[in-house]
């Protein structure tokens, strides 16, 4: 366990040296949201307040927590992976003595964290005084349920994308597979409408798909959440053994059939 | 003498677009791949505003009809600007890996020579999807021969205006060692709104978005000069994209005097 605690650490501090990067993706992260704060201000005024019983406050808190979870960039595990693949760097770090896959996870995850810890503090804080306090029970129980959720959304979406990323084993390109699941995560999440609004069948698709799982923290901005925070993290917990298993299978085969690309 | 040079910069241009298309080619499945693979993508745009118009109904005229032209054009412009113009984002990255030295000694002209030296395969997939979609939403908006002449001849300043977005994000590279992330960015601040329903944006949102920040010209604008045949807004346009092409050569040329080389050598296809 030690060698990883040491990579996690390496990849952190040097991280927080490009200090440039943190702040302009904090910032980028930051206009999507007000962009949308304005154009959902204006919606729900032209529709009269509410849409299926959400209003604007619950839709820009649901928004808000997308892109705060989306700030760890843990998507970006299956480019890294691809490229390693491409450049043949992965030969050398397969024949390393620590799995390759959670290096791989380890290392984005440090990556992320710098991402979040300026994102979700300026974003709680922007929310707040422009939007005020999200509908929220806002006891024990739906902290406790947030917590469990935000753990599982991001090892579901570390194993998900590794999975992604694994591909390129075969591929060598797969960003093909990756928009097309990445794209997935964006619409059946939550990014840009809240997954409340959706017609019945794609809510649905979105509440026991794995692309809408990894991004079920949406759900804690609505104010029925603390009802049906158990089934979805059940869903959860389903996705992330089906797809660790599926992992490691798909892994299995890959370390036979790495590509020399002379990196 | 002028008409000679122009000549000249247009056909060289060319001949290194060409090179460059050969080039991603060659690999015939990936090739194939990003661009499918990037038409899939872009559907995801048109479902989400799809479920809005869903959700909301029109809001100031925009209806499914819109938001389909709205993503066919702003993926066909995109792919317009950056399929074969690819090298307007990727400044930092030739920056940084040292090509910038021998675009700055070739004898075109620098924002043509920046422009083309790099094709992104993706972006041809954007195109195909874009071409699509414009048809299917012109389908859908019962356009008349006048809206479809304006359609067509609000295409070339709306690329233009995307491409200019391109250089001026990227330019920021001769400030910043490590500006790839910064750049890309500051361009999505432009290109993200150039997304959404132009219903939305009222008042001061609108006016920021169409003259500090142009998004609207590249999706919204384009959208309402065809339903609502606005000649004087595409008039508009085509000022607007001379304004920022001047903006764009400018900041260009400061950019270079704060230029030094690190002296890397790195390689180019082109």
Redesign the interface.
């Known amino acids: 366990m030690g060698k990883y605690w040491t990579i996690f650490i390496i990849s952190l501090k040097d991280t927080f040296h490009?200090r440039?990067?943190i702040l302009?993706?904090m910032?980028?992260l930051l206009?999507?949201v007000g962009?949308l704060v304005?154009?959902y201000s204006?919606?729900f005024k032209?529709?009269g307040g509410e849409?299926?019983n959400i209003n604007f406050q619950i839709t820009i808190w649901s928004i808000g927590f997308y892109f705060v979870l989306l700030s760890l960039n843990m998507r970006r595990v299956s480019q890294t992976i691809k490229r390693d693949v491409q450049t043949g760097d992965v030969e050398v770090l397969l024949n390393k003595p620590y799995n390759y896959l959670l290096y791989s996870i380890l290392t984005q995850f440090a990556k992320g964290i710098p991402n979040i810890l300026t994102t979700a503090p300026a974003m709680l804080l922007v929310l707040i005084i422009f939007i005020g306090r999200p509908q929220i029970a806002g006891n024990m129980e739906w902290f406790l349920y947030f917590g469990i959720i935000a753990v599982l959304s991001i090892v579901l979406s570390f194993i998900a994308y590794t999975f992604i990323g694994t591909i390129a084993f075969w591929?060598?390109?797969s960003?093909?597979?990756y928009?097309?699941y990445?794209?997935?995560v964006?619409?059946l999440g939550g990014?840009?409408?809240p997954v409340a609004?959706?017609?019945h069948s794609?809510k649905l698709l979105s509440e026991y798909s794995p692309m809408g799982a990894m991004m079920f923290i949406t759900h804690a901005a609505y104010p029925n959440f603390n009802t049906y925070a158990l089934r979805l993290i059940s869903t959860q917990v389903v996705w992330i053994i089906i797809m660790s298993l599926a992992l490691m299978v798909l892994f299995n085969f890959a370390r036979r059939k790495v590509d020399i690309n002379g990196g | 003498m002028v008409v000679k040079n122009i000549r000249t910069e247009i056909l060289a241009a060319v001949a290194f677009m060409r090179a460059n298309l050969k080039a991603a080619a060659e690999l015939r499945t990936a090739f194939a791949l990003q661009i499918i693979g990037m038409m899939i993508n872009n559907m995801s745009f048109v479902i989400i505003w799809l479920f809005f118009s869903h959700a909301f109904g029109a809001v100031n005229g925009w209806g499914p009809a819109e938001i389909v032209m709205l993503d066919g054009l702003a993926a066909l412009i995109f792919g317009i600007a950056f399929g074969f113009g690819s090298g307007a984002r990727s400044l930092p990255d030739i920056i940084h890996n040292g090509v910038f030295d021998n675009i700055l000694l070739n004898p075109r002209i620098l924002y043509i020579r920046i422009s083309v030296s790099r094709l992104e395969v993706s972006a041809l997939g954007d195109m195909i999807f874009g071409l699509i979609l414009v048809v299917i939403g012109a389908v859908m908006m019962e356009v008349s021969p006048l809206q479809f002449l304006l359609l067509i001849s609000s295409i070339p300043p709306a690329s233009l205006i995307m491409l200019n977005m391109g250089i001026i994000a990227s330019s920021i590279a001769f400030l910043l060692t490590d500006a790839m992330e910064v750049s890309r960015n500051i361009f999505e601040i432009f290109f993200g709104p150039s997304l959404y329903p132009g219903g939305l944006f009222q008042g001061n949102l609108r006016f920021f978005f169409m003259f500090v920040v142009p998004s609207l010209f590249v999706g919204a604008i384009p959208v309402e000069i065809i339903r609502d045949s606005d000649i004087k807004t595409f008039i508009l346009t085509w000022t607007m994209a001379i304004f920022w092409t001047l903006v764009a050569l400018t900041l260009l040329n400061k950019g270079v005097k704060y230029y030094e080389s690190s002296n890397l050598i790195g390689a180019r296809a082109v």
């Open positions: 490009y440039n990067r302009s993706n910032v980028m206009f999507r962009i304005f154009l204006y919606a032209y529709v849409v299926n591929l060598q390109d960003d093909a597979v928009w097309l990445d794209k997935s964006m619409v990014a840009y409408i609004l959706f017609p794609i």
